[in-house]
Nanobody
Framework: QVHLVESGGASVDAGQSLRLTCIASEYTYCMAWFRQGPGKEREGVAAMDSDGRTSYADFVKGRFTVVRDNAKNTLYLQMTNLAPEDAAMYYC???????????????WGQGTQVTVSS
């Protein structure tokens, strides 16, 4: 059982930046960020495997960057130029398959809330 703990969520104004952190209890091949806004379905944001291969949702390309520290079993999500539509609960996930499909991930954190004010 892999435990994931997210942190870094906060309330910010539009245009500001945040960095989310996810610490895993052990190594997993792929780690990813998902988010779920109010009344919306969960959607993939960014993923990275242990070899550094990344995948980004179209709506965050150029604004969000995923970084992984394999030595620390930690995944970061650097978010810049945040917009109100980015407000959501952000979840960290880990699993054996690379990509942004949530069924690919076996382990999930509890989430960290991001609020963006216009």
């Amino acid at each position: 059982q892999v435990h994931l703990v997210e942190s870094g969520g906060a309330s910010v104004d539009a245009g500001q930046s945040l960095r989310l952190t996810c610490i895993a209890s052990e190594y997993t091949y792929c780690m990813a960020w998902f988010r779920q806004g109010p009344g919306k379905e969960r959607e993939g944001v960014a993923a990275m495997d242990s070899d550094g291969r990344t995948s980004y949702a179209d709506f965050v390309k150029g604004r969000f960057t995923v970084v992984r520290d394999n030595a620390k079993n930690t995944l970061y999500l650097q978010m810049t130029n945040l917009a109100p539509e980015d407000a959501a609960m952000y979840y960290c996930a880990a699993g054996l398959l690379w990509g942004l499909d949530s069924p690919s991930y076996s382990y999930w954190g509890q989430g960290t809330q991001v609020t963006v004010s216009s």
